[in-house]
């Protein structure tokens, strides 16, 4: 159980403490309302970009990095389709940095071209090592908009095309700050060796005098439902053929959202799971191969991922996948391999309680959400699901007509290619 208590400001920050006095150390998490899903088809890639550039230093810090480190804490930030959550962790008594730093950049940021030209840099430049020129890197480059034609989960967090970084102006970064940077679409999270009367004064101190900002109120076009399957077929310098399939699937907030978690861990979580047993143990044409849920807020997706083993046909890896799918569909599963990932999925979320950092964000999460006590009703919602429940979500999930299937090929020749067949050749 995570205790915690709430409070907001006049400004519309939505504040949570959790009280730890066992550690001697405190948590700062400030989530943003925005994420890739928030920005303009032609000019993706912002939400992420911002992460960088929150650490160009601000108005009255010119360097975020050195005096929290001077104060003994550490940072990181990250970007999804749905949020942008900053964290940083400090010895308890040396809290009131963190807040000065946090609350200093979500005052003003120190606009810059110098600054947005050198984050632009390293934003392109990750883009172009991790997503371009890295084995399978452009899977979901491919895979969201072969899935999502609406919505814009159709473009991947990083952004649609490159050149939308790279064309970035300073213009359009002020216009982003001022419409999702505020106290008005934030969530903080204090957590650690602190009381809340202390949280709570110290939150009035520094975030305090910040304007409130306008609320952004998200309006965004509904995927319509897929009623036709589809393909895509690509050949790259990878050292194994690829397959994956996306279904849709509900999102984070539906009461369906468990069920379809939990049928996809069924099909592909750990190597009991049936998509592993059947296709890399038993018929050994796959390498790897899993499933997962992505999670997201809005409707997601099921997805099935496997790396095929070398000389075996992607068609028939494909064939061999959809059989298993349609055997889920045409069948309840047992109480025992139901409770076996219902335990899975329970030791996670009891797992992700045992660092203040992972409580925080939790809780941060399930504040977005509308309920920040999701993080104590989670194990409940997993046991609640019944093999009824799975059963229908795979009847609506996995329809043929519901997904969208991907070859990733092996180019023929390509050196990678090479080299992994005379790794097995000698093994």
């Not at 409770?339 to 203040?356: D, G, M, R």
């Amino acid at each position: 159980m995570i205790h915690y208590k709430e409070f907001t400001l006049e400004n519309g920050l939505r504040c949570l403490v959790h009280e730890d006095p066992t550690t001697p150390l405190a948590v700062l998490n400030v989530l943003y309302n925005v994420g890739s899903r928030d920005e303009d088809e032609q000019h993706t890639g912002f939400a992420h970009l911002f992460e960088h550039l929150m650490f160009s230093g601000s108005v009255n810090i010119p360097n975020y990095d050195a005096p929290l480190q001077q104060a003994g804490g550490e940072n990181n930030a990250f970007t999804s389709p749905d949020l942008t959550n900053y964290y940083l962790t400090v010895p308890a008594q040396n809290i009131e940095t963190g807040f000065w730093l946090e609350s200093d950049r979500m005052l003003d940021l120190a606009f810059s071209e110098n600054g947005l030209e050198v984050q632009r840099k390293v934003v392109v430049e990750e883009f172009k090592q991790n997503y371009l020129n890295q084995p399978y890197g452009d899977v979901w480059l491919k895979l969201r908009p072969l899935a999502y034609h609406v919505h814009p989960y159709k473009w991947a967090t990083i952004g649609k095309e490159v050149s939308h970084i790279e064309n970035a102006v300073m213009d359009d970064v002020r216009a982003f700050f001022k419409k999702h940077y505020s106290p008005a679409n934030a969530i903080l999270v204090i957590a650690g060796n602190i009381t809340f009367e202390r949280a709570q004064e110290l939150t009035q101190k520094w975030f305090g005098p910040i304007p409130g900002g306008v609320k952004y109120e998200r309006n965004l076009p509904a995927e319509p439902r897929q009623t036709q399957a589809r393909f895509q077929e690509v050949e790259a310098p990878v050292p194994l053929s690829a397959l994956y399939k996306a279904y849709h699937m509900p999102g984070r907030t539906s009461p369906e959202y468990y069920a379809g978690d939990l049928l996809a861990d069924v099909l592909g979580r750990g190597d009991s799971s049936r998509l592993h047993h059947e296709l890399v143990k038993e018929q050994k044409l796959f390498n790897s191969i899993s499933a997962f849920a992505t999670g997201s807020m809005e409707p997601g997706l099921l997805v099935i991922q496997g790396k095929l083993n070398t000389g075996v046909d992607i068609q028939v890896a494909n064939a061999a996948v959809e059989a298993i799918v349609e055997k889920i569909r045409a069948e309840h599963i047992s109480e025992e391999e139901l409770q076996k990932v219902k335990n899975q999925a329970e030791t996670s979320i009891v797992f992700s309680e045992i660092e203040l950092l992972n409580r925080a964000m939790n809780l941060a999460f399930g504040k977005l959400m509308g309920n920040p006590n999701h993080v104590n009703e989670e194990g409940a919602l997993v046991q609640a699901v019944t093999s009824e429940d799975i059963y229908r979500q795979a009847q609506e999930i996995l329809r043929p007509d519901n997904c969208s299937t991907l070859f990733y090929k092996a180019a023929p020749g390509n050196e990678a290619q090479e080299e992994l067949e005379e790794v097995l050749e000698e093994e």
